[in-house]
């Protein structure tokens, strides 16, 4: 895996932050992941992104994209968890870059994703994830479930039903990926950039291949989503039956800024997460088997070979 040469130089080193033990790099492996992206209208997208240096990548005029992404982590040093992300792709900088050129020239546009939302199944991936890397991260009843022919997830938090996500699996993980992504987060009333670097084979549907679901349910945390006017199918679903990825330690931050002094720190400050423990055990799975009582929008049925 490409990894910095500060990152490479690491390895058998730790270390102890907010209390929480790590052997360096902190790295996960054998995780299976999915993918799937929509659009969604970029000037609503926009009202969603703190601060005035983060702009919707836009694929046209007024489409920008929504990522919705889960991973299955195996082995962390913080023990097995699943992650939910809902984020938009965005751009940093003074303006809006041009439509799809910060595909081609990533660095120079400040390409990334501003994570919208993301539960996790333990509390100590809250504690480190947010605490550290001021991720919005939360405690929720998340399962992660690959079958014969689909992979989804369900999102549930007191009882309420918020997300469930499913696309097609893959015949096939053929494509072998090694990058490197940036996530933007809002905490403390900062902006806070970081990056991990992973790979693994890809198996993907694109265009009109791409099959998926996208259901939202009635919990308040995700009723921003309910105004994005999301596409009514995703244009990319993809899958890694296993990846690797190192989360890297050096992360940025900058003030938020408004045009009047706010009121309070955005979204959140430390007091959410000074009195977290590290407790390893995982949530229970979500109570709830069927759909959302109030889907978002019903894309085109799986294939026939997808259904359960």
Request: hydrophobic share 40%; proline share 10%; glycine share 8%.
């Amino acid at each position: 895996m490409f990894l910095p040469r500060r990152i490479q130089t690491q390895y058998g080193r730790y270390s102890r932050v907010d209390d929480i033990p790590y052997a360096l790099p902190v790295d996960s492996m054998g995780a299976p992941a999915m993918v799937a992206a929509f659009t969604v209208d970029a000037r609503r997208a926009a009202a969603l992104l703190p601060g005035n240096e983060l702009h919707p990548l836009r694929l046209s005029r007024d489409r920008g994209v929504l990522l919705v992404s889960v991973i299955d982590y195996k082995q962390t040093d913080i023990g097995a968890y699943i992650e939910f992300s809902i984020a938009l792709a965005c751009t940093h900088g003074r303006r809006p870059a041009p439509p799809l050129l910060p595909l081609l020239f990533q660095k120079r546009f400040g390409l990334g994703q501003y994570v919208v939302d993301l539960p996790v199944n333990t509390e100590v991936s809250v504690k480190g994830g947010k605490g550290i890397w001021g991720m919005p991260k939360h405690l929720a009843r998340l399962d992660f479930r690959v079958e014969d022919g689909s992979v989804s997830s369900r999102y549930e938090e007191g009882g309420q039903q918020a997300v469930r996500v499913r696309i097609e699996r893959p015949k096939l993980a053929w494509l072998p990926l090694r990058m490197a992504a940036v996530n933007y987060c809002a905490f403390r009333g900062m902006l806070m950039k970081s990056t991990i670097y992973f790979r693994g084979r890809f198996g993907f549907r694109l265009g009109k291949r791409a099959w998926g679901t996208l259901e939202v349910g009635d919990h308040p945390r995700v009723q921003v989503l309910r105004d994005l006017s999301i596409s009514p199918r995703p244009f990319l679903t993809g899958f890694f039956p296993s990846s690797s990825g190192v989360l890297d330690d050096h992360f940025e931050a900058w003030f938020l800024t408004q045009p009047t002094l706010p009121p309070d720190t955005y979204p959140e400050g430390l007091k959410s997460v000074v009195d977290l423990g590290q407790d390893q055990t995982p949530m229970p799975d979500p109570e709830s088997d069927g759909a959302p009582p109030r889907v978002l929008q019903a894309v085109a049925p799986l294939p026939e070979e997808a259904r359960p």
